[in-house]
């Protein structure tokens, strides 16, 4: 069992926050742990917390047509979240997807940092705001500092797109939401990750 592996099993029983309480799976992470570019999202979802696995439902079918816009698959990448758990408001009795309070997600970050020292990825790809202030800096705007990169302590470089969840809303409205922005972004990310990768390689 690899160290990966040995997180994982141990997250699957966390009980370190609220969150625990009401779930179904943990959704650790999942593709190739050994990829130069790993993709990280804020948290899952009611599909992704029924399943264990992350960006399942719609935003993640618009995520998997952007990978094969690039000629990619979940199986050449990793892709994880910030936090581990789905955080739901259920004051309805109906739950409703929330956004991880900031405890959460700083409770979290003790499966995220040796999830992400144990891939080593080269680049890591922010998947919206809240992810990017996570892992890039508090004050990341997306509107205007998508797309750039940005030193990491998680990886050599780091560069944020816009969320599936976001560019399917837009669409509704019009156009392509922000689509042709996703796949560039993530063209990009990869080229990045594999020079690097190339670079390392042939010292």
Do not use: M
């Given at each position: 069992m690899t160290t990966l592996d040995q997180l994982k099993q141990a997250a699957s029983i966390c009980t370190k926050c609220g969150l625990h309480e009401r779930r179904t799976n943990v959704v650790f992470g999942e593709g190739d742990p050994n990829s130069p570019l790993v993709l990280v999202g804020e948290g899952p979802g009611d599909q992704e917390d029924k399943t264990g696995r992350p960006f399942v439902g719609r935003s993640g079918q618009l995520l998997d047509r952007a990978l094969a816009d690039n000629g990619l698959s979940r199986s050449d990448i990793y892709i994880c979240n910030t936090v581990k758990c789905r955080a739901a408001d259920w004051s309805t009795g109906k739950p409703q997807n929330r956004p991880p309070t900031p405890q959460e997600t700083a409770t979290?970050?003790?499966?995220?940092?040796?999830?992400?020292?144990?891939?080593?990825?080269?680049?890591?790809?922010?998947?919206?705001?809240?992810?990017?202030?996570?892992?890039?800096?508090?004050?990341?705007?997306?509107?205007?500092?998508?797309?750039?990169?940005?030193?990491?302590?998680?990886?050599?470089?780091?560069?944020?797109?816009?969320?599936?969840?976001?560019?399917?809303?837009?669409?509704?409205?019009?156009?392509?939401?922000?689509?042709?922005?996703?796949?560039?972004?993530?063209?990009?990310?990869?080229?990045?990750?594999?020079?690097?990768?190339?670079?390392?390689?042939?010292?």
């Open positions: 979290c970050r003790d499966w995220l940092i040796p999830q992400l020292a144990e891939i080593k990825p080269w680049v890591i790809l922010a998947i919206g705001a809240p992810s990017a202030k996570n892992l890039i800096k508090k004050d990341f705007k997306i509107t205007k500092e998508r797309g750039l990169y940005f030193p990491c302590e998680f990886a050599k470089t780091a560069i944020a797109t816009l969320h599936p969840s976001y560019i399917l809303r837009q669409q509704n409205i019009s156009g392509d939401g922000g689509y042709s922005l996703l796949v560039t972004d993530i063209k990009r990310a990869w080229e990045t990750a594999l020079e690097l990768r190339k670079k390392h390689e042939s010292l």
